[in-house]
Nanobody, 121 residues
């Protein structure tokens, strides 16, 4: 089984940056797609970004100010977030799927426990 652990969240001022990490253990394969989702208070969990090999996908809300990357040798996925806004405040989750990137949370097979990102005004 695959285990995912996020890190790198915290409190940041609006306009600042954070780099989230997701480290995988277990039977993770390079062909798996991985992605980031987030869930704010009282909101549904929503897709942020995904990656499979060189293919990437970004939600419109973060496109242009976020970058997803993956280091297969380290079994780690990253999400660099710049120009952060208060509306980016959420718990960020990493996920993995045995196939292509999907924007549907229910399609993913594995999930981490989440890391809190709080952006102050």
């Amino acid at each position: 089984q695959v285990q995912l652990v996020e890190s790198g969240g915290g409190l940041v001022q609006a306009g600042g940056s954070l780099k989230l990490s997701c480290t995988a253990s277990g039977r993770i394969f390079s062909s798996y797609a991985m992605g980031w989702f987030r869930q704010g208070l009282g909101k549904e969990r929503e897709f942020v970004a995904g990656i499979r090999w060189s293919d990437t996908d970004y939600a419109d809300s973060v496109k242009g100010r976020s970058a997803i990357s993956r280091d297969n040798a380290k079994n780690t996925m990253y999400l660099q977030m710049n120009s952060l806004r208060p509306e980016d405040t959420a718990i960020y989750y990493c996920a993995a799927i045995r196939g292509d990137v999907s924007r549907r949370r229910e399609a993913y097979d594995y999930w981490g426990q989440g890391t809190q990102v709080t952006v102050s005004s």
